[in-house]
C-alpha cells in the first residue's frame, strides 16, 4: 500500500472513530426518524402527518427527506432531491430492501412503512439510548462509502453492520485485503 493510501485510510479511521463510537463513551440522544416521501406519493400523506406529530413530541429528531423518482411520474415535488434519493438507496443497500415511499428509518437500523403508525410508535417505544448512541446512521453510511470509494469494494449487508468500532472496521479490511491481495 503506498504512503498516500495508507495516509488516508489512516484518515477514514480516524473518521470512524469519530462516527463509531462505542455505547459507553457517546452521548445519547433522541432516536433519529428519516421519512422518505414525496408530494407526488398518494400513500405519503398520513405518513407526513406522523412525522409532524413526531416532530413535535420533542424526544424524536424527525427528519424527511423528499425523494425525485416519482417526479419522473408527471407532478414535480418542488422539495425533492437527488441526494434524498441517494440516501435512501444507500438504506436501500444496508437492509436489502427496495426503494419505496413512504419508507421511514429509525437510527439507520429499522426500516418501515412510514404510513402504519402503530409499527411506527412500537418500534420507537423499542428504541434504547444503547443502541442510539452504538449507530450514528447520519455519518456512518458516509463512511462505508468512502471506504467502499477508496477500496473500490461494495460491501455486504453484514460487514457493513460489522462496523461499529473501528477494530471491527479494520478487520472488515484486512480479510477483504486477504480475500483479494
Same mark, same amino acid.
Given at each position: ?109 429499522? %426500516? ?35 471506504? %467502499?470509494?477508496?477500496?473500490?469494494? %461494495? ?27
Amino acid at each position: 500500500m503506498s504512503l498516500h493510501r495508507t495516509a488516508r485510510v489512516t484518515a477514514l479511521l480516524w473518521l470512524g472513530a469519530l462516527v463509531v463510537t462505542s455505547p459507553a463513551a457517546a452521548e445519547t440522544r433522541p432516536p433519529v426518524v428519516e421519512l422518505f416521501t414525496s408530494q407526488g406519493c398518494s400513500s405519503c400523506p398520513p405518513a407526513d402527518a406522523l412525522l409532524g406529530e413526531l416532530a413535535r413530541r420533542g424526544d424524536v429528531i424527525a427528519l424527511g427527506f423528499h425523494i425525485d423518482y416519482w417526479d419522473k411520474l408527471g407532478w414535480k415535488d418542488p422539495l425533492s432531491t437527488p441526494q434524498s434519493t441517494e440516501r435512501q438507496r444507500r438504506y436501500a443497500r444496508l437492509f436489502g430492501t427496495p426503494t419505496y415511499t413512504p419508507q421511514l428509518v429509525i437510527d439507520g437500523t429499522r %426500516e418501515m412503512v412510514g404510513s402504519q403508525r402503530e409499527t411506527v410508535l412500537a418500534a420507537l417505544r423499542q428504541t434504547t439510548p444503547a443502541a442510539v448512541a452504538a449507530w450514528d446512521s447520519l455519518g456512518q453510511l458516509d463512511l462505508v462509502t468512502a471506504l %467502499e470509494q477508496e477500496f473500490s469494494v %461494495e460491501f455486504g449487508v453484514e460487514e457493513i453492520m460489522l462496523m461499529n468500532s473501528v477494530g471491527q472496521i479494520r478487520s472488515v479490511l484486512e480479510r477483504r485485503n486477504g480475500a483479494h491481495g
